[in-house]
């Protein structure tokens, strides 16, 4: 049965395969038969004969950009805005809280620029706060909104309809085709992709920027549908920067927590060269003079105290004749609000290692893997090849208390950087599993 078996399947794979010899052959004989029949028929008397293309008279269709050279009705391809964006940004980022490093390193990319053309013109930084090359963030809960102001250089209306309103078009790549000719340019974004990402959060988007090449400001505004906005902002004037104001999503309220906005700016953006402020508002303790009022209820609690403890009341009586001149004060608290600085660590590995000293490096390995020891030992080296990169490597001096249990678990001890901004942090293959204890 097995052999009968195997005999049919060869005798059917020899078919096959004498089907495919025979097909090609057919073609071809059928081909020098047309040319044979052509031939007869043809009477061209004692002149030399000439064999005939079978092709001879086959129109062929070749495509062409040439819109005049295209027959028939033309059309573009219609899209969906709002699936189109969806698919965009949720292919590119898996995280939503990726939206807040996108907007920061677009804002140091503008700073970047207007410090850069600062170098030949130092009027464009102009005076007062406007010159201060900075970033802030504002988190309204009430409003529930999330603005990140930068004083950089800003965006004309041409430049929000052409930036913001054409999808993969990148402002900083085009500023390095400008000035990549001698100019050491070294911007973060060169896709025009990262703005987009503020969808994954908000509703609604508010751009407002002034550029120095335009005398007013404007303000773009979209929600991510098929259309967008521009008009003249006659709101509060930014001098030169840009302004962007996010009306958050109901499931993304916890960016609008000081505490997760601190996390997020410490752990992507940490590295940024301008200073990274965040509007925070916290409690404190003062001390107030107690007004009369206040002196009456006192006077109650202490005849109260008095009935119950006689003897506390001489000893506190004694100590009040002593105060007498003192002023009566009592603690109360108040809300503060005030700016306060995130990112104050220096990126050291892009810095030569004769330069550092042992404190920075000390203090730097305390930065990055908030360990409050010291290291055991570093290394701080340069690689160039196919990939260039710079790296800090650094062994603890103490195991971690979970170095065995979590031994087969994924370390996130050591974050990749691209122009100071942190990018992931997860390696699966770069180091064996039983060097998981390095960090850097």
């Avoid at 050279?69 to 292919?91: W, Y």
């Avoid at 999330?146 to 052409?162: A, P, V, Y």
């Avoid at 965040?278 to 206040?294: A, F």
Wanted: glycine share 6%; with cysteine; hydrophobic share 35%.
């Amino acid at each position: 049965c097995r052999a009968s078996v195997r005999d049919v399947s060869s005798r059917a794979s020899a078919r096959s395969r004498m089907l495919k010899l025979l097909v090609p052959l057919s073609v071809v004989l059928l081909a020098q038969q047309c040319c044979a029949a052509q031939a007869d028929v043809l009477d061209f008397g004692d002149a030399p004969r000439v064999m005939r293309s079978p092709w001879e008279g086959l129109r062929v269709g070749m495509k062409t950009d040439d819109a005049a050279a295209k027959p028939g009705e033309q059309f573009q391809f219609q899209a969906d805005v709002n699936k189109l964006m969806d698919i965009i940004i949720n292919s590119l980022y898996s995280k939503k809280e990726i939206f807040l490093r996108e907007l920061i390193s677009n804002g140091s990319d503008a700073l970047d620029k207007v410090r850069f053309m600062s170098l030949t013109d130092p009027s464009v930084l102009g005076e007062g706060d406007t010159a201060k090359l900075e970033m802030k963030l504002i988190a309204d809960k009430e409003a529930k909104t999330l603005t990140l102001i930068d004083r950089g250089c800003g965006m004309s209306k041409e430049d929000l309809i052409n930036q913001l309103g054409t999808v993969a078009q990148s402002g900083t790549s085009s500023f390095i085709e400008a000035f990549s000719e001698g100019a050491d340019v070294n911007l973060i974004g060169q896709f025009g992709v990262g703005f987009y990402s503020v969808y994954l959060v908000a509703d609604t988007v508010a751009v407002h920027s002034k550029s120095n090449d335009d005398d007013k400001q404007w303000v773009w505004e979209s929600s991510a549908d098929s259309t967008f906005s521009v008009t003249e902002d006659v709101g509060e004037q930014l001098g030169r920067g840009t302004k962007i104001v996010l009306t958050l999503k109901e499931d993304a309220l916890e960016f609008l927590e000081e505490e997760r906005l601190k996390g997020l700016i410490r752990r992507y953006s940490e590295f940024i060269n301008f200073p990274i402020y965040l509007y925070t508002t916290k409690e404190e303790e003062e001390e107030v003079p107690i007004e009369e009022g206040d002196d009456e209820g006192e006077e109650v609690e202490e005849e109260e105290d008095e009935s119950e403890d006689e003897e506390d009341e001489e000893i506190e009586d004694a100590e009040d004749e002593e105060e007498d001149d003192a002023p009566k004060t009592k603690k109360v608290k108040k809300t503060v609000s005030d700016w306060e600085l995130i990112n104050d660590a220096k990126a050291l590995w892009t810095r030569n290692p004769a330069d550092i000293t042992e404190e920075e490096y000390k203090s730097f390995y305390q930065s990055l893997t908030k360990d409050f020891g010291e290291p055991l030992t570093h290394t701080h080296f340069s690689a160039e090849g196919e990939v260039e990169f710079k790296s800090i490597l650094y062994i603890p001096k103490e195991a971690g208390h979970d170095v065995y249990n979590d031994y087969y678990k994924k370390q996130n001890n050591l974050k990749l950087y691209v122009r100071r901004v942190m990018i992931t942090d997860e390696f699966d293959e770069l180091l064996p599993k039983y060097l998981g204890f390095i960090k850097g």
